[in-house]
């Protein structure tokens, strides 16, 4: 599982306790799980976000809005199954997963990146998962929202495929609904994955 993960993270831990404790709940084992790192990736993630918005030109009010949009428990939580992590997570046998697991484990993840491969690994990571163009309106929810309000079947998307070049990214995610498959793309997965649910929303209702 770990090296299937890897692939789809994109980064190969040297030490691979570091993802096996990204990914365990604190109900699974009191001392080895990934609370601590969940704490750290938050700060990583919200400090990578504000130099970007910063780099970007934004003041002080645009940071903190551009922030909001982009880092927060829905935005995360998209990376996190755009990636397979919410499967991947180890837990109590028998355990529910809470709400708040999921967009947890994307931090925890970042963390355990950076503690192994320090800042410059980190950064890229973020870089190719948080989705910095997210808008307000959620394609994502909104395209979830209205199948479920017609009592039809949840869309489906592929994990993605980058074909890219070199250093640049250019991922293509599809995603079906109604039997209707739909392609977005964007510099990284996240990206990608909303501007699929963007044309599936628009195309369908």
Not at 2 to 7: A, G, K, V
Not at 119 to 129: D, H, I, K, Y
Request: aromatic residues 8%; contains cysteine; neutral net charge.
């Amino acid at each position: 599982m770990t090296d299937c993960l890897e692939r789809v993270l994109g980064y190969t831990f040297k030490d691979k306790s570091l993802l096996r404790r990204a990914l365990t709940l604190k109900g699974t084992d009191e001392h080895f799980n990934n609370e601590s790192l969940e704490c750290l990736g938050d700060s990583l993630i919200g400090f990578l976000a504000a130099r970007k918005f910063y780099l970007d030109g934004l003041d002080e009010g645009g940071i903190t809005a551009r922030k909001k949009a982009v880092v927060n428990d829905r935005a995360l939580s998209e990376i996190s199954r755009s990636l397979g992590l919410d499967g991947a997570l180890i837990r109590p046998k028998g355990g529910q997963i809470n709400k708040k697991a999921v967009p947890s484990v994307y931090e925890a993840v970042v963390a355990a990146i950076y503690m192994d491969g320090g800042m410059t690994a980190a950064e890229e990571f973020v870089a190719r998962t948080l989705d910095f163009s997210r808008e307000e309106r959620d394609y994502i929810a909104l395209l979830q929202e209205a199948l479920q309000a017609r009592r039809n079947p949840l869309p489906v998307y592929s994990h993605g495929s980058d074909e890219g070049s070199g250093d640049r990214h250019d991922f293509i995610v599809t995603v079906t609904a109604l039997g209707r498959s739909f392609s977005g793309r964007g510099e990284n997965i996240a990206e990608a994955r909303r501007a699929a649910a963007k044309a599936a929303y628009e195309g369908l209702f």
